[in-house]
C-alpha cells in the first residue's frame, strides 16, 4: 500500500516508519522542513518526501501524490500554551487533504478519553477526532494513555524522578490510576489496523495489562534499576506548583509540564474492547516495557526520542531560515587551532553535550543550564538521543543540530536557551586545523549588553573546549 504518514520526524513516527517500509508499504512522509528530516540510510530511496506545514493549506494545495491511507501524529501541545486552536485547524487542513487525494482510511493516535472531565490536553485530543471523523474515508482511532518506550517523554520524565530523587515529596496525582503501553506494542495496533474494515470507523483503547497509580509507577521503576525510593503525597499541592516541580526535577518543557500535571489529574484507564484478541496482540507488562527500554538504552539502539522533536524547545524555526549562519551585525568569536589527530577530534566533536560534557568548565555549563531553566527555557537536562550520532534536528542539551557532515568535519549548533538575540556554534574540523566559531546576532540593547557581560567567561570556557578537542588524548 502507499501510505502517507505524518509527524514522520517525531517519536512515534519515525519508529513507526520503520516498521511500515519492513511490511512492504510504499510510504509518503510530509514534513515542514524537508531538512530535518534523515530517514535511515538504507530506506531513503523507498520514501517520498513531500513539504507542507499543515496550519498552512496553501503549502499543502501542491501535494496530488496518489496515497491509500493516512496516518495523523501531529500533536502541538508542547509549542504553546494555546495550542487547542492549531491542533484543530491542523486536523481541518489535513482532512481537506486527504478527501482530495482520495484517501481509504486515516489513522489517529489520540489519548484515552473516558473521564467525565477532561483536561484541556485530552479535549484537545477529542476535537481533534471528532474533526478527523467528518472526512468521507474510513477513519479509526487508537487511544493510548502512558506510552513507556526508549525517549519517551513519559519514561525519560519517570527516569529522572526516580533516578534524581532518593525521597519525594509529590502531589497527590500521584494516586491517579492510568494503564501504560509499551511503544512496541503501540506500533503493533497502528500497523496492525491498516487496511483493516473491523477497524474502520471506530475507537479503541489500547493499553498493557497493568493498571497502576503514577506513585506505583515510580515505585516499580526503582524496583527495575534497584533503587529503593520514598514517596510522601501532599495533598495541597496546586497544579502550578506541581508544573513547577516537574519542571525543574525532570528535562521536560514548561508546556508540557502543564499540560502533564493537568493531564494527570485524569484517570485513563481503558474501556474493554476487542481489538487487541482481533489482531492476535499481548501487550507486555510495564516491568517488561521498562526492560526493552533499558536494553535498548545499554546498546544506545535509541530509535527516536521526544526532545529532538522541535517542541521540546522554545523556538519554532525553519532549519532552511538558520543553517546560514549571518555576518553582518553579529558579535563572534572565532578561535583556531592545530589538529594532533583529525579523526579523534571529529570524534569528540560529535560526542559534545549529554553525559560527555562541552569539554571545558563544566560547573559554569551547569549554572548557566540552571539560568536558563530559571527564566522558562529548556535547560541542560534534554541531553542527547544517542552518544555518538548526530543529525540535523536533535538536541544536544540546550542547542538544537542545525548541519552534521562527519565526512566533512562541520558541525553547526543554534541556541535554544532564553537568549536577547540568537546564537550559533559551529566547528570545523579540516584536515590541519579545527575552526571554532561563536556567532551571537543580538536583539536590541539588551542582546549587547548581554554579550559583553557573558564575554570575560569566553576566554575560559571557549579557549578550553577547543584545546580539549584538539588534543590527542
Known sequence: ????????TGYIGKRLLTRLLLQGHQVVCLVRDRKRFNPPSQFREMIEVVEGDLLDPESLSSI?????????LVHS???????????????RNFRTMVERLSVKQVIYLSGIINSDELSKHLKSRMRVEEELSKGSYHTTTLRAGIII??????????????????????????NTRCQPIGISDVLKFLTGVLNDSYAYDRSFDIGGPDILTYKEMLLKFGEERNLK???????VMTPRLSSYWLYFVTSTSYNLAIALVNSMKVEVVCEPNGLADHLGIEPISYAEALSKAFAKIERNEIVSSWKDAQSSGVLEFSISEFVQIPE?????????????????????IWQIGGD?????????????????????GVGLRRGRTSSTKLEAGDAVDFWRVLYADRGEGRLILLAEMKLPGEAWLEFNCGQETL???ATFRPKGLLGRLYWYAVKPFHGLVFSAMIGNLVSGK
Open 435 to 437: 575552526t571554532q566559531t
Open 149 to 174: 518506550g526508549s525517549g519517551s517523554a513519559s519514561f525519560e520524565i519517570i527516569r529522572d524522578l526516580v533516578e534524581k530523587l532518593p525521597v519525594m515529596i509529590a502531589p497527590r496525582w500521584l
Open 328 to 348: 553582518h551585525g553579529c558579535f563572534r568569536d572565532v578561535r583556531k587551532e592545530k589538529v594532533v589527530d583529525r579523526a579523534k577530534t571529529i570524534d569528540k
Open 77 to 91: 501541545m508542547t509549542s504553546s500554551r494555546d495550542y487547542e486552536s492549531s491542533e484543530v485547524a491542523c486536523a
Open 356 to 376: 560527555q560534557g562541552w569539554y571545558s568548565a563544566s560547573v559554569l555549563w551547569g549554572i548557566r543550564g540552571l539560568m536558563d531553566k530559571m527564566v522558562g
Open 1 to 8: 500500500m502507499r501510505v502517507l504518514l505524518t509527524g514522520a
Open 229 to 235: 525510593r520514598h514517596i510522601g503525597i501532599v495533598p
Open 64 to 72: 496530488h501524490t496518489q496515497v491509500n491511507a493516512a496516518y495523523y
